[in-house]
Every structure is written in C-alpha cells, then in structure tokens.
C-alpha cells in the first residue's frame, strides 16, 4: 500500500541556518505530494505541492521537487526563522484511488534564536 | 470561503463512554476523511467517504468506532465504547473530486482525552 516516511525529528538548529527534511513515498502510478505544518497549538495548513514529475512547490521561502526517479520530496529552506519552528508533515495523494491521501509521521524542527 | 468546521474542540471522557464528532466539510467537496493523530505521530486515516460512500475504512476500529456521512455532506464519527489509547486528535478533512488544485482541506480537530 501507499507509504510516506520522514526524518525522525526533533531537528533543532539555528536561526539563518540552513533546513533539509528528507520525505521518500512508495505508491503505484503518479501521486501528488505536499508538504503540511502544524504550528504549535494549531490544525495543519497546506504548506506547498506538486503534483507531477520535476515539479517544484515553493511557499514561504519553502522549497521541494518532485523526484519520480528517487520517489522522494525533500523540502528545504535556505535561512529559517524562529516561526519556522513547527511539525512538518510530508503527504501523498493518489487520485487513482478515489483521492486517498497518506501521511508521514511528522518531522518537529526547532529553531533557536 | 468557508473552512472545515468541527466540533467540539476539546472533549474529556471517561473510558466506556461513548462520544461522537461531528464535521461539516467545505461546500462542494465531495471526498471527506477523518484522521486520528496521535501525539507525537502522523495523522493515520479511519475513514474516507466520497459523497456519501465509503471509499476505505480499512484502519477504522469498527467494533468501537463508527462514521456516518448522510446526505452526502456533514459527517459524524462517534466512539462507543471509548479506551484509553483512543486519546488523539480527530481530523476532518475535505477536498474537491477532481481539477489539477486537489488538496485536502483541515478542520482545527477535535481533541479527546479519555481517562
């Protein structure tokens, strides 16, 4: 069946410095995938997405592309803010499947002034 | 427009009681899920209605937990009897049926203690 996995948090860094979460999918056909952040005390928000091969999703200086060849969705960020500290979430939908979507199990990044 | 609206917010029950959410997804949406995070992990889907049919309830607990989506819109979910490991987060989520924009959209959730 369709699976996501993640780095394992907690990822503390610095502000400014520069983040990589890791977010590799196995799924038939061709899913669109998306990055979600829940911020401390909130419901999880959109953060960007793609939805085909080599597409790039970009958001809040937020960035990851679609890799068919490696099934993987990195998101990156080049200087983090302490706003950024939040769980990331990598996500699959598969809309063959009647749109079922699929999460990973969450990266929590810290980032410290 | 209008988000995902759930209620209650909080819910504190004790175990072997029964408790039940409800959803009111974003008009025009067909496909509905709910979703159970626990603290600390992903949100693992229960159940996914596509109008008022059952796409995939492959994860949902049916000797405790139930789902209904009448009408092809609002939805409950309802516990009965609930555990203690039922503690979570519950999610609702809705998203159009078809277009290149397909995404899911989230409700705040509903968050349930059971002690």
């Known amino acids: 069946g369709d699976s996501v996995t993640q780095m394992e948090g907690p990822v503390t860094l610095s502000e400014e410095a520069f983040l990589t979460i890791n977010c590799t999918y196995t799924?038939?056909?061709?899913?669109?995938l998306f990055w979600y952040v829940q911020y401390p005390g909130e419901g999880l928000q959109l953060l960007l997405k793609?939805?085909?091969?080599?597409d790039k999703g970009s958001n809040k200086g937020f960035e990851a592309t679609y890799r068919k060849e490696t099934t993987s969705f990195h998101l990156e960020k080049g200087s983090v803010q302490v706003s950024d500290s939040a769980v990331y979430f990598c996500?699959?939908?598969?809309?063959?499947?009647?749109?079922?979507?699929?999460f990973g199990g969450g990266t929590r990044v810290l980032v410290k002034p | 427009e209008a988000g995902v609206a759930q209620s209650p917010r909080y819910k504190i029950i004790e175990k072997r009681q029964s408790v039940a959410f409800w959803c009111n997804p974003i008009?025009?949406?067909?496909?509905l899920y709910w979703y159970q995070q626990i603290l600390g992990q992903g949100p693992k889907l229960l159940i996914q209605?596509?109008?008022?049919?059952?796409?995939?309830d492959s994860q949902l607990p049916k000797d405790r937990f139930s789902a209904e989506r009448l009408k092809g819109v609002d939805s409950t979910l309802k516990i009965q009897p609930a555990k203690l490991e039922d503690s979570a987060v519950y999610l609702c989520a809705s998203s159009p049926t078809g277009g290149t924009g397909l995404r899911a959209f989230f409700g705040q959730g509903t968050r349930l203690t059971v002690v």
């Open positions: 008009s025009g949406h067909a496909t």
């Open positions: 996500a699959l939908l598969r809309k063959a499947a009647g749109n079922k979507l699929t």
């Open positions: 209605f596509q109008n008022n049919g059952v796409v995939d």
């Open positions: 793609a939805t085909k091969a080599d």
């Open positions: 799924a038939t056909g061709y899913p669109s």
